[in-house]
């Protein structure tokens, strides 16, 4: 079946513009995740989503960063006023269900490279 | 402090050769390990987690939760291992994953 999927595979932006990632996860899975993959550095959570509830922001770098889910499913990453130390690879994941000690995993999406010049 | 630690930045090994990749962790609790890795142009994908007691692809981690350390172990390396492994963690409240800054295994044939 289709996996995680991002759009766009790469984004190329000027500093201090907006940009917007997109993440569709697999169909059914209630929880997502967004991580950020910098150079140098491992993989950074960012906001978890589970289901209806409030989501989990604690991963955010900064209140430039904003992510939203609409209707449990489809999730949108915001940068604001986009710096260069924003350039990384964001990554998606989603998960059938959430919380420990269940079978299922974190399935991942290839991610969007994003570069800020 | 939530922290996952993967000390070698790059691993190489000649094919047959043993490899052990290292992770530490520090948690206050009981956190679940995991082993992911990516392959060369793939997507990151879970290799192994501790729950599940497993081998894949003949690697196996076994947990040490005295010294705080779930190593990554494969007796015999293959030139199809080299990709970058990641060594993460979850707490039992939370499935959000934290991760180590990874190693990069190169298996020369």
């Known amino acids: 079946g289709a996996g995680v999927s991002q759009s766009p595979s790469n984004k190329v932006t000027e500093k201090g513009k907006d940009v917007e990632l997109r993440c569709d996860p697999i169909?059914?899975?209630?929880?997502l995740y967004w991580y950020r993959q910098s150079l140098g550095q491992g993989l950074e959570f960012l906001i978890y989503f589970q289901g209806n509830s409030a989501p989990d922001k604690s991963g955010l770098p900064s209140d430039r960063f904003s992510a939203e889910r609409t209707g449990g499913s489809v999730s949108t990453l915001t940068i604001q006023r986009t710096q260069q130390e924003d350039s990384a690879v964001y990554l998606c994941?989603?998960?059938?269900?959430?919380?420990?000690?269940?079978?299922?995993?974190?399935?991942f999406g290839p991610g969007t490279r994003l570069t800020v010049l | 402090a939530q922290r996952v630690t993967q000390p070698e930045k790059l691993l190489s090994v000649f094919k047959g050769a043993p490899v052990e990749l290292k992770c530490n962790y520090s948690?206050?609790?009981?956190?679940?390990l995991f082993w992911y890795v990516q392959y060369s142009r793939q997507r990151l994908q879970l290799l192994l987690r501790h729950i599940s007691r497993e081998s894949i692809k003949g690697f196996t981690a076994d947990l040490n939760k005295g010294e705080t350390s779930f190593h990554l172990k494969k007796p015999f390396a293959q030139e199809e291992d080299s990709a970058m492994y990641y060594c993460a963690l979850s707490g039992p409240n939370t499935d959000k994953l934290i991760f180590g800054t990874g190693t990069r295994l190169q298996v020369f044939p």
């Open positions: 948690y206050s609790g009981s956190p679940e």
């Open positions: 169909s059914g899975h209630t929880a």
């Open positions: 994941a989603s998960r059938r269900t959430s919380g420990s000690g269940g079978t299922d995993t974190q399935y």
